[in-house]
């Protein structure tokens, strides 16, 4: 990896450091959606959805639209759904190490 690379990952890595922002990717994972949506589907208030959703997308993770007065918010790219696909592995593949760990005591 080169340091721009390093740099890349530590600020989006930073970014999806907050179990809110991973929740509002997901709502995102299943079509554009605005600000006043994703605050329900994710129990925020709006201001808090905004302050999330401005962290996400100064590090790239989002992009936005404008509709009339509204903002649209979508994924980047297929790439960031793929993200939260590899965490949810992992967490299964180290819940299962754990439990093994475990009964092995």
């Known amino acids: 990896m080169t340091d721009d690379e ?3 990952g530590s600020m989006m890595f930073g ?3 907050n179990p809110a922002r991973l929740h509002i990717l997901e709502v ?3 079509g554009p959606a605005s600000v006043n949506e994703i605050a329900e589907k ?3 208030k709006q201001s808090m959805t905004s302050q999330h959703l401005s962290a996400l997308l100064r590090a790239g ?12 918010y979508n994924l980047r790219g297929p790439r960031i759904a793929q993200i939260l696909r590899l965490v949810e592995e992992f967490h299964r593949v180290h819940l299962r190490n754990l439990q093994e760990l475990l009964s092995r005591q």
């Open 28 to 30: 995102l994972s299943s």
């Open 61 to 72: 993770a989002v992009v936005k639209e404008a509709n009339g007065n509204l903002r649209i």
């Open 42 to 44: 994710v129990g925020l």
């Open 15 to 17: 970014a999806l450091a």
């Open 6 to 8: 390093r740099n890349f």
